[in-house]
C-alpha cells in the first residue's frame, strides 16, 4: 500500500469516527434533554399540567395509536403538507424559469416579488378560506403560498449567478436558449435548489399547521388547538413532537435525494 492509499485510508476511518461521536453526542443530547423533563415534571420543579412530561406523551400515544385518532390526523396533515411542498416547490422553480426567460419580466416584477416576501403569508389564511373554501384545497394553497415567493426568489439568483462563460460556449455551438437552460443553468443551480427543497419542509408544515389552526377539524393543527382548549397540553406536546419527527423524516428525505444527484 502505497502512501496516497494509506493517507486516503486514514482519511475515511477518521470520518467514520466523527460520525460514531457526532451519533453519540445526539444520543446523549436525546437522553439528557428528555430525562431532564421527566424528572423535572416528576418532582415538579415545573408545572406538570402546562408541561406534561415524556412518559404522559407516551401513555397518550399509544392510547392514540390503539383509537386510530392520532394515524387519521397524521394521514390528513401529512397528505397537506406534501402536497403544498411539492407545489409550492413547483410553481417557485418555474416561476424564476420565467423570470430568468425574460429579462422584461424580471424587471417589471422585481419589486412585486420583494414586497410579498416581506408580506406575512399567514395573513392571507383567512381569504384563502374564504376564497377556497374550508377544506383542503385553501390549506394545500397555504402550505404551498409560504414557500413559493422565497422559493422564486432563491432559485432565480441562482439562475443568474450561474458562470456566463458556459453560456457563451453553449451559444457559440448554436444551442438555443432552451438548450442552454437545460444543459447549464438548471444543472448548475441543482445545489440550490435541493437546498430550497429543506427550508420548504420547514414552511410547508407551517403553512398547513396554520391553515388546520383556522379551519380544519382533522389534523395534527386542530390537535393541537383543540389541546389549548380543553387545556390537555400533553395532547399538544405529542402534536408537536409527531410533527418534529415526520418533519425530520421529511428533510431526510430531500437528503437523500441530495446524495443521489450530486453522486450522479
Not at 462563460?165 to 451559444?171: M, R, S, T
Amino acid at each position: 500500500m502505497n502512501k496516497v492509499e494509506l493517507l486516503h485510508k486514514n482519511y475515511l476511518r477518521s470520518l467514520q469516527i466523527e460520525k460514531r461521536w457526532v451519533l453519540l453526542y445526539q444520543i446523549i443530547i436525546f437522553l439528557v434533554f428528555f430525562g431532564s423533563w421527566e424528572l423535572f415534571s416528576q418532582k415538579q420543579w415545573i408545572d406538570p399540567l402546562i408541561f406534561s412530561s415524556p412518559s404522559k406523551i407516551w401513555a397518550l400515544l399509544i392510547t392514540k395509536i390503539q383509537d386510530g385518532s392520532l394515524l387519521t390526523n397524521l394521514g390528513v396533515t401529512l397528505t397537506e403538507t406534501v402536497f403544498g411542498f411539492i407545489l409550492g416547490t413547483l410553481l417557485g422553480t418555474l416561476l424564476a424559469a420565467i423570470l430568468w426567460w425574460s429579462s422584461m419580466i424580471s424587471k417589471v416584477l422585481d419589486p412585486y416579488l420583494v414586497i410579498l416576501n416581506a408580506m406575512p403569508k399567514v395573513a392571507l389564511g383567512p381569504v384563502l378560506i374564504v376564497a377556497m373554501g374550508p377544506g383542503y384545497p385553501s390549506i394545500i394553497a397555504m402550505g404551498a403560498i409560504i414557500s413559493v415567493i422565497i422559493t422564486t426568489i432563491v432559485v432565480y439568483t441562482s439562475f443568474k449567478e450561474v458562470d456566463p462563460n458556459y453560456l457563451k460556449v453553449l451559444q457559440t455551438f448554436g444551442a438555443t436558449r432552451y438548450e442552454c437552460f437545460k444543459e447549464a443553468i438548471l444543472p448548475a443551480s441543482f445545489p440550490t435548489i435541493i437546498s430550497t427543497l429543506k427550508v420548504n419542509v420547514g414552511l410547508s408544515w407551517v403553512g398547513v399547521i396554520v391553515g388546520e389552526f383556522l379551519v380544519s377539524s382533522k389534523g395534527l393543527g386542530y390537535m393541537i388547538i383543540y389541546g389549548f382548549q380543553v387545556f390537555n397540553f400533553t395532547l399538544v406536546f405529542l402534536s408537536l413532537l409527531v410533527i418534529a419527527v415526520f418533519a425530520t423524516i421529511m428533510y431526510q428525505l430531500v437528503d437523500l435525494l441530495e446524495k443521489k444527484l450530486i453522486k450522479e
